[in-house]
């Protein structure tokens, strides 16, 4: 197998589109009408489409509807179906017949008429699972590449004819470069290229599950999609663009060990693949003929659901929850928050719903910490035992077992007032003057003995935006997100607390225009990619930033010391139990740096850290302008080493100690810093504090406040490339003592 470029997948899509005879009869989100589908037969695994009709292929029955939903024909098949697909008049159902604990999976294909009347079939050693069709050769995934547990690197297929049902071929095996789960899931085509789902690791929501190939299996692209249940390709996408059909099951939580089955319905969406990625093109906003159901009157539209909440006396928790789980349960939509204050316990959102909290809207968090394990409890969309971590709590890094208390989407640690686990278009919009008030909660078992609960908790998730409302007084992190993508935080105010956004293992995420004046660091995390952070406001008692990643880039931003709000561990005991500030001026505030390199050993580091771009940004009054220290005596700093980092048009004033860049022997770093003020507050014996360091770049910099050299080594650090360099000699001076920097 070999990745072609992203050059020839946009000549091969701007050339690959069918002559289709047929239009989509609009681009609107549809649910198949109650009762279209049996429950007891479960989710749906597949679809197709044609002119006139939708096919379904749940895990023991094959539905066909019109393009409203309808019911038109159903059949009972066998357990259980991975997939189907039309051609030249004929639908091919791939199954995967389970064989027991001591005997392998097998599978076969089915074929049907267009009106669902069985045609013929084969048998086969393989379970079977995505199906597609070109040019009469029918495409089978044949099950996952590994003997083991999942994950694994690679599946099956198998080509067959499809008027014989003749293999014409081995079966096959393709890495395509990215774990999965569970062999192939979904596989369509636009006659030219084949579009292929899987099931992708849990630890991760960012790993492609969506990959292009041609007919020879080369991969053509890799994306971040996210659905698995149903996918076909639709007509009226513009040249070098390719539309999708794709279907979630609404309401469907596995078989229920007792009482009847929930209502199943399908709900069908639509997406565009242009420019290297994935957006979704349904419009929402249209209503469809409501359905009638023992006199009541069903409204169904995805995304067009709209219900208003108004204070209430008491706890509102149950209120906000039951309008939640009813935007989802309707395909999406809005929730809006009125004006008013609402006493809140733990909260969780899901695909699909915004909630839109109204100017002078005010969620405010009870200071229990028990009363937000919800998810035990959750009926809706049930968690899963492993996710849980029953007895583990917190413990100093020096103590820790474990890592589970944060790795654990459902533990303790990682309660908060708003959930969001396994999502999908999410959004959290305030208008000014909107609030969610964490109001200092303290936990006796919680983080360093005291931290509470989150404000906003995100695991797994895809397509979040949060914008507008101020959220305060968090008893641990604002915002805590896990292995998302595709985050948009925009025009935030964070006031107190800790973090004010903290990601791990996140891909594609911007902050805008956020004002923070936080305890803790105000943007923190690693293993992160593609991160930008511009136009925003960071007052801090620790670092504006605590972070690594990779093609990061922070820019227009200003962040300045000491902290409106301290650092809550340095308060009294008896403050943090209460939830006070203390007296003015009481804990600790000094801005500690403006950049802290941030990678430890809670996840492990999927790329090498790296071209990091620090520009046009201000800094004032804080401790370091930079502070890498992989010495080893960096509790957050041990994991993969920062291989580069940029600083340019930076303006530092009253800093209180040198900059620190101690890289790894191994892997050392590269640090350019171009057209950039550094003013130390006091003067200091050097400039940096430096090892390992193989490229070193100062070009245009003014140094203020050094009485010594430009670099003090402990490790081979190249000659500094100077141009410009102003206050400072080029020199680079080997210590004479041991290495000694205080950890932050």
């Known amino acids: 197998m070999r990745l072609l470029k992203a050059a020839a997948l946009s000549v091969i899509l701007a050339t690959s589109g069918v002559a289709w005879a047929w239009r989509v009869p609009s681009w609107d989100a549809r649910l198949t009408a109650p009762g279209a589908l049996l429950a007891r037969s479960g989710h749906v695994q597949g679809m197709c489409v044609s002119e006139n009709a939708l096919y379904f292929a749940l895990h023991n029955q094959i539905v066909k509807t019109d393009w409203m939903g309808c019911p038109l024909k159903s059949v009972e098949a066998p357990k259980h179906s991975g997939d189907v697909c039309l051609w030249n008049g004929r639908l091919y159902v791939a199954f995967c017949e389970p064989g027991g604990s001591k005997v392998a999976n097998k599978g076969r294909i089915m074929v049907y008429d267009e009106e669902l009347k069985f045609l013929k079939e084969t048998q086969f050693a393989r379970p079977a699972d995505g199906i597609t069709c070109i040019d009469g050769v029918l495409y089978v995934g044949l099950g996952p590449g590994g003997t083991k547990e999942a994950p694994y690197r690679g599946c099956w297929y198998g080509k067959f004819d499809a008027e014989t049902l003749a293999p014409l071929c081995e079966p096959f095996r393709i890495d395509h470069g990215y774990d999965c789960c569970a062999g192939v899931q979904n596989m369509a085509t636009d006659g030219k290229l084949l579009y292929v789902s899987y099931y992708t690791p849990e630890e991760t929501a960012c790993t492609p599950d969506f990959i292009v190939f041609d007919r020879d299996f080369n991969v053509l692209g890799a994306h971040r999609f996210g659905y698995r249940q149903g996918l076909d390709v639709v007509p009226g996408g513009i040249p070098?663009?390719?539309r999708f059909i794709y279907v979630t099951t609404v309401n469907w939580m596995g078989q229920p060990k007792s009482g009847d089955w929930p209502p199943v319905q399908a709900l069908w969406q639509f997406a565009e693949m242009k420019d290297g990625s994935i957006r979704d093109i349904t419009r929402h906003n249209i209503y469809r003929k409501p359905w009638k159901r023992d006199g009541e009157l069903l409204s169904r539209a995805a995304g067009a659901f709209e219900v208003t909440v108004h204070p209430v006396e008491g706890d509102a928790t149950a209120v906000l929850q039951k309008a939640f789980d009813g935007c989802f349960r309707a395909g999406g939509g809005t929730v809006t928050v009125e004006r008013g204050e609402y006493a809140v316990k733990g909260l969780r959102l899901r695909s699909g719903t915004t909630l839109l909290l109204k100017s002078g809207a005010v969620l405010k968090a009870s200071r229990n910490c028990d009363e937000f394990a919800i998810l035990a409890d959750d009926k809706v969309e049930p968690v899963p035992d492993s996710d849980f971590a029953p007895g583990v709590v917190w413990v100093t890094p020096s103590k820790r077992k474990t890592n589970d208390h944060m790795l654990k989407c459902a533990s303790r640690w990682n309660n908060a007032i708003i959930r969001?686990?396994?999502?999908?278009?999410?959004?959290i919009v305030g208008e000014p003057g909107s609030v969610?008030?964490?109001?200092?909660?303290?936990?006796?078992?919680?983080?360093?003995?005291?931290?509470?609960?989150h404000g906003i908790s995100v695991h797994d998730s895809t397509n979040c935006f949060f914008s507008g409302y101020t959220i305060r007084n968090?008893?641990?992190?604002?915002h805590n997100v896990w292995r998302s993508a595709d985050l948009r935080f925009e025009k935030l105010t964070i006031l107190g607390g800790h973090d004010g956004i903290h990601f791990s293992t996140c891909d594609r995420v911007k902050i805008a225009d956020?004002?923070?004046k936080t305890g803790d660091d105000c943007v923190a995390g690693f293993d992160n990619e593609d991160v930008t952070v511009r136009g925003c406001s960071l007052n801090t008692a620790c670092s504006a930033f605590r972070f690594g990643g990779r093609r990061v880039l922070v820019e227009d931003c200003r962040a300045w010391g000491p902290g409106e709000y301290p650092i809550r561990n340095s308060l009294p005991k008896a403050d943090r139990i209460s939830g006070s500030h203390g007296k003015p001026g009481a804990g600790w505030r000094t801005m500690l740096a403006l950049f802290t390199y941030y990678s430890d050993f809670t996840i492990k580091v999927r790329h090498d850290p790296g071209e990091i771009t620090v520009r046009n940004c201000r800094v004032e009054n804080a401790q370091r302008f930079l502070h890498y220290n992989f010495s080893g005596n960096e509790t957050w700093q041990k994991n993969r080493p920062l291989r580069s980092i940029l600083f340019d048009n930076v303006t530092a004033t009253g800093l209180g100690l040198s900059l620190c860049a101690y890289g790894d022997k191994d892997a050392p770093l590269s640090l350019s810093l171009k057209?950039?003020?550094?003013?130390f507050a006091k003067p200091q014996?050097?400039?940096?504090?430096?090892?390992?360091?193989e490229s070193f770049v100062l070009e245009g910099v003014s140094v203020e406040g050094v009485d010594g050299p430009c670099v003090r080594s402990w490790g081979d650090v190249a000659k500094p490339l100077a141009n410009g360099l102003k206050g400072v000699a080029p020199d680079v001076v080997p210590a004479t003592e041991p290495f000694k920097v205080q950890p932050i």
């Open 240 to 242: 070098g663009s390719v």
């Open 420 to 427: 969001i686990l396994r999502a999908r278009n999410v959004k």
């Open 436 to 453: 969610i008030d964490g109001c200092d909660s303290y936990d006796p078992i919680g983080e360093e003995h005291f931290r509470g609960v």
């Open 474 to 478: 968090t008893g641990n992190w604002a």
């Open 514 to 516: 956020c004002t923070m």
């Open 675 to 679: 057209n950039c003020r550094i003013a």
């Open 685 to 693: 014996r050097e400039m940096i504090r430096a090892a390992y360091v």
